[in-house]
């Protein structure tokens, strides 16, 4: 079949682009379908703070009876270059139909648009951001995904290898058991970080949700400035994740660590949504409804985020969090966890992850693929 390709514009074409997943994932029990209103946000310059320095173009593909087919964002984020001296560009929302003749003309269209910024390379899928939801889901479709993580079908690798893209890396997710005993080496270390004076945990304080969300951003953005394709949150992006995860967090499962009163960590953690979300369709006035359905119906949660700057490394901090979220989800009544994500080559996070009992469980994909072939 031919296709041709549309730029996304107006209401009611970016309503299309919005439910156009519905389509590919048909039949597909394990997809949970996004709020379209939290997807319209993300979209909108006026409310994501992502546009007060990056572009993204929407592009749609037609079928020959004007049919959307697939859709994609191609998306330039100037910091990335700014960080890594790399001409990269990124796709990111990408869904298409069983075609690769679809697929090509979004690509075509995502790769000349991002060639006008003088990009060499595209990466992907990235929404809008390293920070944001990342990875191609390349092994785990058998499960349902945790919130803010990607699904999809077991075809896309498929379509993107017949585009020329081939794997830049990968990123893990783990999974752990409420039930899971600390070890004991873990269990001392953990002890020896409690009794030790200059190190204080305390809760995200959600009274003062401004000031929490600044003071993660700045320790994320210096625990995560030697990770691949890292690029810094911005005040304004740090202060929009706070607001909208506090509509539906537990403030047993977010926690901030001291060192002789400087910032020195943290631990991001949030109720699995995505179990009350599965049978909504997408249609939800906002999150703020979730303070009343999730916590009876919520077994899971997923660990966002865990950062300790780098000169607060190897004094038990990283496990004193992780206990602590333990503790929040035995409080809690949550019965099982999952780590994600978390960058293959990361050898330090992987280790602690398994020898506190953490599993393997999916695996997502970056891929890369040059602009000009």
């Known amino acids: 079949m031919k296709y041709t390709i549309r730029e996304t514009a107006g209401r009611r074409d970016l309503g299309r682009f919005i439910r156009f997943p519905h389509r590919v994932y048909r039949g597909h029990p394990n997809w949970v379908p996004p709020l379209d209103v939290e997807l319209r946000r993300k979209l909108d310059p006026r409310r994501n703070p992502f546009f007060e320095y990056g572009q993204a173009k929407l592009f749609q593909a037609l079928d020959e009876t004007g049919k ?3 859709r994609i964002a191609a998306v330039h984020n100037p910091l990335h270059r700014e960080v890594h ?39 992907g899928p990235v929404n809008f951001s390293t920070n944001d939801d990342s990875g191609m889901l390349v092994e785990g479709h058998d499960e349902r995904p945790m919130i803010l993580c990607n699904y999809s079908p ?14 830049a890396v990968d990123l893990l997710a783990y999974r752990g058991i409420v039930s899971h005993a600390f070890p004991p080496k873990y269990e001392a270390v953990a ?17 003062l949700l401004d000031r929490d969300s600044e003071l993660i951003g700045r320790i994320y953005n210096e625990s995560f400035r030697d990770v691949w394709g890292f690029v810094p949150l911005s005040g304004p992006e740090a202060l929009a994740l706070g607001r909208s995860f506090a509509a539906f ?35 939800l006035l906002s999150f703020g409804i979730f303070r009343l359905l999730v916590r009876p119906r919520t077994r899971g949660i997923r660990v966002i985020a865990l950062g300790v700057v780098p000169s607060r490394r190897r004094l038990g901090i990283e496990t004193l969090l992780i206990r602590k979220v333990h503790e929040g989800m035995q409080a809690g009544g949550y019965r099982e966890a999952e780590f994600s994500v978390v960058m293959e080559n990361n050898r330090r996070m992987r280790n602690l992850l398994e020898n ?5 469980a999916k695996r997502y994909r970056i891929f890369r693929s040059p602009v000009l072939a």
């Open 68 to 70: 959307p087919a697939g």
């Open 85 to 123: 001296g790399e001409p990269a560009g990124f796709f990111g929302l990408f869904e298409c139909v069983d075609d690769a003749g679809a697929a090509r003309v979004l690509f075509e269209a995502t790769k000349g648009y991002l060639g006008g910024f003088g990009c060499r390379v595209v990466l």
């Open 154 to 167: 077991p075809y896309y690798p498929d379509l993107l290898a017949a585009c020329g893209f081939e794997k």
């Open 191 to 207: 002890r020896r970080a409690e009794a030790d004076g200059a190190i204080r945990l305390r809760p995200f304080d959600r009274r």
């Open 249 to 283: 967090s537990d403030d047993r499962l977010v926690w901030i660590a001291e060192h002789n009163g400087e910032p020195a960590g943290f631990i991001l953690a949030l109720p699995d949504i995505n179990e009350v979300l599965k049978d909504m369709g997408g249609r």
């Open 356 to 360: 506190v009992g953490f599993e393997p």
